[in-house]
């Protein structure tokens, strides 16, 4: 089969096509990475070439777990507007060595260039992730969306107070981010530190917010981390205009017991410490 013909390979496509439609993707702004299965590999390997360089992960970085794993990842400097009409150009296949300190490029990116500068953030995610879901989590997705970057400097940089914020704008959210969403301090971007951070706070959200900058999700699909932060996005989307309009003022919302009924009736774990602290 042709690599373009996989349907991992076409979700990837799709996904990031409607990212871009989002607006999310100024630029060469935000990257995304899908851990494949074996039998999507053995689909296509095929067209797969084994000549390029072991490239470092990144210093004193290594996933141990994903020795001999493929992941479909975007290139740096590429931009989403260009996957759907250039996708070679645009992302690639990458395998992990049997160390897990290394990588190559195994398909894609036929222009000689390397996998997104948060290929840290991306595999210490994924490491955390699948590890906590036992396998079940294969997606990363970065994006620079506008309304959670606006509320990055207005309201206090915590997780509870942007997780309790979210919470309130529409029911769903409490049932999308049960666990809530992290809030990073300011970081440089595209080092190993901002991957490191990361990492260490997807072990318990699905989501980081990275103040000024934009957001990570990750989750099981393509679809199911895109939706995360649409869900998210469109949330703040609707708190900035209360703010707006009220200058904050809201004359209802969920309350702690509306959260614990939702739980209770969906059957959720949730970590209740933010029901009481904002
Ligand atoms: O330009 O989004 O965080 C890619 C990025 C870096
Ligand atoms: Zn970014």
Redesign the pocket.
């Known amino acids: 089969m042709k690599v373009l013909e996989s349907k991992a390979v076409r979700s990837f496509i799709k996904v990031a096509d409607m990212g871009w439609q989002m607006g999310w993707h100024e630029i ?4 995304m990475s899908y851990r494949m299965t074996s039998e999507e590999v053995k689909e296509i390997e095929e067209n797969f070439s084994h000549d390029g360089e072991w490239e470092d992960i990144g210093t004193s970085v290594s996933v141990p777990d994903f020795a001999g794993y493929y992941f479909i990842v975007t290139g740096s ?1 590429k931009y989403f507007q260009n996957i759907k009409d250039y996708p070679s150009e645009s992302f690639c296949i990458i395998k992990i060595d049997k160390t897990g300190e290394k990588y190559r490029i195994v398909w894609g990116l036929t222009k000689g260039d390397r996998p ?3 290929l840290t953030t991306h595999l210490l995610t994924h490491s955390v992730k699948s590890r906590a879901t036992g396998g079940k989590y294969r997606v990363v997705y ?1 994006s ?1 969306p506008k309304y959670t970057n606006i509320l990055t400097y207005i309201l206090p940089l915590k997780s509870e107070v942007f997780t309790r914020e979210l919470w309130e704008m529409m029911t769903e959210c409490f049932i999308v981010f049960p666990n809530g969403v992290g809030v990073l301090d300011w970081m440089v ?2 080092c190993a530190e901002i991957g490191i951070a990361t990492g260490k706070m997807m072990e318990c959200y699905d989501a980081v917010i990275w103040p000024h ?2 957001i990570v999700c990750s989750g099981e699909t393509l679809d199911m981390a895109f939706g995360v932060m649409h869900t998210i996005e469109k949330a703040a989307e609707m708190l900035v205009n209360v703010l707006q309009i009220t200058g904050g003022k809201k004359n209802h919302t969920i309350t702690p017991d509306n959260f614990k009924k939702i739980a209770q009736d969906f059957n959720l774990n949730f970590s209740d410490e933010f029901l009481y602290k904002k």
């Open positions: 060469n702004g935000g990257n400097g997104t500068s948060e970065h620079h971007p595209c900058h934009g």
